[in-house]
């Protein structure tokens, strides 16, 4: 069992969800280069991607009545 901060919450498996969505850009950066074809999705900048993973992976892991821990 993984330690964590918040009870209920896998920080391993958090963690391997935040490097598998950046190694997938990686990933779309090398096999499109250097211009992806029209309607491939992906992200406007790097601080978009960033700030949209870390949004999304913390919504679905907060409690249910979406509060996190004070410096989490």
Same mark, same amino acid.
């Given at each position: 069992?993984?330690?964590? %901060?918040? *009870? @209920?919450? $896998?920080? $391993?498996?958090?963690? +391997? +969800? &935040?490097? !598998?969505?950046?190694?997938?850009?990686?990933? +779309?950066? +090398?096999?499109?280069? #250097? $211009?992806?074809?029209? !309607?491939?999705? %992906? *992200?406007?900048?790097?601080? $978009?991607?960033? %700030?949209?993973?870390?949004? =999304?992976?913390? =919504? @679905?892991? =907060?409690?249910?009545? @979406?509060? &996190? #821990?004070?410096?989490?």
């Amino acid at each position: 069992m993984s330690a964590s %901060r918040i *009870p @209920g919450i $896998d920080a $391993d498996a958090a963690a +391997l +969800l &935040l490097v !598998g969505a950046c190694f997938h850009l990686a990933f +779309l950066g +090398l096999f499109f280069a #250097p $211009d992806p074809p029209e !309607g491939v999705l %992906r *992200p406007e900048s790097e601080a $978009d991607f960033a %700030r949209e993973t870390v949004r =999304a992976l913390l =919504a @679905g892991i =907060a409690p249910p009545d @979406g509060t &996190l #821990p004070p410096g989490v």
